[in-house]
């Protein structure tokens, strides 16, 4: 068995959810998509299932990942849930907290909180969101991670202002925390704070290096003594290439149109970016990993001995929800049937 091979024998499965909203749908057929791919995806053997926060989008449902996770656990039995992530500028830590304590009391053992730095959505809508009409600064973001795992954690400090809040209800266990990364400043914080990370290699896909540091610089916490790397990566699989690289064209499609719309049919056209698009989504090429079964899977192995990865999540998005389905279940097929 080569290196990779052996390093990504153990390496579990998991999901990332955008809800995308497939021309010729609704938002609401987006999320009752993301109930059934959870199911799915559970029966496939996946280990998590995580949800994104994003605003003011047309292609994209997820606008409240706290409502869907406590949906989505309660139609599903084992797996994971959680967030990937909540964009913490946004929000009170304290209510942050709250919410995902409430969540955890309803699916004890189950729940997960990914937080992220980004605003998930253009600076006009992060202005609307702002309470004050002000967005808080990227340079609070450390300090409310801080207070968000203390609240968590029951652990507010007594020179804290805050001393005496509590975030409530009481639960027996404390939801699993993580931080969500695709730059240097939230790798080295998680390092800091003793929280796993999730790598963003379908925005970035460099940053091996960091992760390396990560690993290097990681200083334990009670609840998780050693680091861990989950890295997230868009897929396409499907049973031969050729469908697999006529699925991914409506991805190539819509992210030439600046990812503002719905997600287009294969085959489609890129058309020109507005200019709000332009603006406000990066644009430098975006990693996707496309082909069939073996394809796929010999690409995952390559990225797992890449990254040091110890998990990955795999974020898919197809024009028709029954090959997105297909496609983690190949996969699902595959990566866990290398050994047999």
Not at 264 to 278: H, I, K, N
Request: charged letters at 20%; a negative charge.
């Amino acid at each position: 068995m080569s290196r990779s091979a052996q390093q990504s024998s153990q390496t579990p499965l998991s999901v990332l959810d955008q809800s995308p909203i497939p021309e010729g749908s609704t938002a609401a057929d987006a999320l009752a998509n993301s109930t059934r791919l959870a199911r799915a995806t559970e029966q496939f053997g996946y280990h998590r299932y995580w949800v994104a926060e994003h605003h003011n989008s047309g292609g994209l449902a997820g606008s409240s990942p706290e409502i869907l996770i406590g949906h989505i656990a309660a139609n599903t039995t084992t797996i994971r849930v959680g967030s990937a992530g909540v964009m913490l500028s946004h929000y009170s830590p304290l209510k942050v907290a709250e919410n995902f304590r409430v969540l955890e009391a309803l699916h004890p053992g189950r729940i997960d909180l990914g937080l992220g730095r980004a605003p998930g959505s253009d600076p006009i809508t992060a202005r609307a969101l702002a309470q004050n009409g002000d967005p808080i600064g990227v340079e609070y973001y450390p300090s409310m991670v801080e207070e968000v795992q203390q609240f968590l954690n029951d652990d507010v400090p007594a020179d804290s202002p805050v001393f005496n809040v509590r975030a409530r209800p009481e639960t027996a266990g404390v939801p699993e925390m993580w931080l969500l990364a695709s730059s240097q400043d939230s790798v080295a914080l998680a390092a800091h704070l003793g929280l796993p990370i999730g790598w963003a290699h379908f925005i970035n896909p460099t940053g091996a290096e960091l992760l390396h540091a990560y690993r290097a610089q990681y200083q334990a916490s009670l609840e998780f003594p050693k680091p861990w790397v989950a890295v997230a990566t868009a897929v396409i699989c499907a049973e031969t290439t050729e469908e697999a690289e006529h699925l991914a064209s409506s991805i190539h499609a819509w992210r030439a149109r600046g990812v503002g719309g719905k997600i287009p049919p294969p085959g489609s056209a890129a058309e020109p970016r507005s200019p709000l698009s332009v603006s406000t989504v990066q644009q430098q090429p975006k990693p996707l990993i496309v082909g069939n079964p073996a394809e796929v899977t010999k690409q995952l192995e390559e990225l797992v001995d890449e990254f040091a990865a110890d998990e990955l999540v795999v974020v898919t998005i197809t024009h028709g929800h029954d090959a997105r389905v297909r496609s983690y279940e190949l996969l699902a097929e595959a990566w866990n049937g290398r050994n047999d």
